[in-house]
């Protein structure tokens, strides 16, 4: 199974910010890499694919990096709807399985 | 519009069963892998199962293989999770969700709202 390990679990950030979120993969995944955004009471919204694809109304002030085991996402001037918990996904061992990453939380 | 509807949550004891139903309107059930993953309070997103479009291949998290079986019904556009022996650590938010979003497999566009499930004495 594919672990996926993102850093940090909370970051205390501010409108305007430039923040960056990590994600790392215990074996490659190539660009098999998605980003979710969640707010409470909501399902996840597919923000990335392909490791950099912006999905369909994504602003571009998202940003998303990597390959292998390393990706990032990027927001570079956060808004206050931006405030959520951010998941990363891998789906290189599709299928049968996917795995999520225990989500970064951005908070005020 | 794609709608996923599920049903059948609630609370149960430790070794119980429950039965969950998803279901889908919007676009043409038969053609799309379908899975269900679970959030537990607070906690992260969980795939737990997938089924392939015919149901002939079913895939399971190991923490639930042997006591939870997935199944559809094409004709009645309705995805299932059976859950027996169930376990404290299964309390969740359970979402029943397509599979292929922008035709990736194993990226996810639609998700129902869940159904709750509470595993407790």
């Known amino acids: 199974e594919i672990v996926m390990t993102q850093s940090p679990a909370t970051l205390s950030v501010s409108p305007g910010e430039r923040v960056t979120l990590s994600c790392r993969a215990s074996?490659?995944?190539?660009?098999?890499l998605a980003w979710y955004q969640q707010k409470p009471g909501q399902p996840p919204r597919l923000f990335i694919y392909?490791?950099?694809a912006r999905a369909t109304g994504i602003p571009a002030r998202f940003s998303g990096s990597g390959s292998g085991t390393e990706f990032t996402l990027t927001i570079s001037s956060l808004q206050s709807e931006d405030f959520a918990v951010y998941y990363c996904?891998?789906?290189?061992?599709?299928?049968?399985?996917?795995?999520f990453g225990q989500g970064t939380k951005l908070e005020i | 519009e794609v709608q996923l509807v599920e049903s059948g949550g609630g609370l149960v004891q430790p070794g119980g069963s429950l039965k969950l139903s998803c279901a889908a309107s919007?676009?043409?059930?038969?053609?799309?892998?379908m899975s269900w993953v679970r959030q537990a309070p607070g906690k992260g997103l969980e795939w737990v199962a997938n089924?392939?479009?015919?149901?002939?291949?079913?895939y399971y998290v190991d923490s639930v293989k042997g006591r939870f079986t997935i199944s559809r019904d094409n004709s009645k556009n309705s995805l299932y999770l059976q859950m027996n022996s169930l376990r404290v650590e299964d309390t969740a938010v359970y979402s029943c969700?397509?599979?292929?979003?922008?035709?990736?497999?194993?990226?996810?566009?639609?998700w129902g709202q869940g159904a709750l499930v509470t595993v407790s004495s």
């Open positions: 996904q891998q789906y290189n061992n599709w299928p049968p399985m996917y795995t």
């Open positions: 969700v397509r599979d292929g979003c922008l035709g990736l497999q194993g990226v996810v566009c639609y």
């Open positions: 919007g676009f043409t059930f038969s053609s799309y892998w």
């Open positions: 089924i392939k479009q015919d149901g002939s291949e079913k």
């Open positions: 074996q490659s995944v190539s660009t098999k």
């Open positions: 392909g490791a950099s």
